[in-house]
């Protein structure tokens, strides 16, 4: 047991998240997840996040889609959290053009419904360098299908839900090598349960008492996915963790 003393103050936010090296494994991307929850584990407060995230939490969680190829994100978030497009200042989009990456890493959505509002910015703004991509079942509606393929790349992982590991696969032989997962709670729960989180961004907020949502909601049954601590950031009194998964 060791206390967390106070170290050099941290320079640049983000400098701790992109000096990881993220390998993509085999036929899948490197996968890791940005979440904020409060003491008590919740990840909305009346659905949405809200008041969890912090003027330094929101930063991360815009800055740190410039280490992702794709940025990975359940229609129920897309849907409450009323996405918009990814946006990247200047100096971010410039950084990975120099190294032959596209400005801004790609949306893509997880849904089975398809029932997403095609007129909305996230669909009708997006960046020409970085379309949205749907992902999706065979078994969806092919009148909402044909829809989706006017507004989206559409990749189709799966019978009647989308199978996870497929669809990293497809991300995967669409060019990406780092994938985003930005929840909710029940997508990232099916990544955890089929053993496909390589790391964990976890800020936990100074605050109890928010929605019965837990940060991710794991399929029982399954063995313990273990993690190990990489880094402990804190700025005030919200904890900035980052997590390995240890395999
Ligand atoms: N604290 C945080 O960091 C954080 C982050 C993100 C979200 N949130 C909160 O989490 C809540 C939403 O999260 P959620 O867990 O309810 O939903 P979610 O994971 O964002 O989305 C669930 C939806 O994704 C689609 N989906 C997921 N897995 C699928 C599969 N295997 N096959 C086909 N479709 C699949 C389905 O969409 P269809 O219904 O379209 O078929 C499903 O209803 C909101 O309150 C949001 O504010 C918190």
Redesign the pocket.
Known sequence: VRWLKPDDDVVDLLAPYTSVSRHGRGPRPHVLAN???GLDGT??IS???GA?SDPTDARLFRELRSVADVVL?????VR??RYGPVRLDDALRAQRTAVGRAPVPRLAV??????LDWSVPLFADADPAAAPIIV??ADADPARLADAEQHADVVVA?AS??D?GRALGELHALGASVVLC??????LG?LVAADLLDELCLSIAPVMGG?P?P?A?VPGGGDLARFRLAHALVEESTLFLRYEHVR
């Open positions: 979440m904020v929850g990840a909305a659905g949405r996040v969890l994100v359940g229609a129920e978030t409450r959290e997880v849904t089975r419904s398809l029932q999706t079942c799966g839900s989308v996870v930005e929840g909710g709670p029940r997508l099916e929605d949502l940060v909601i």
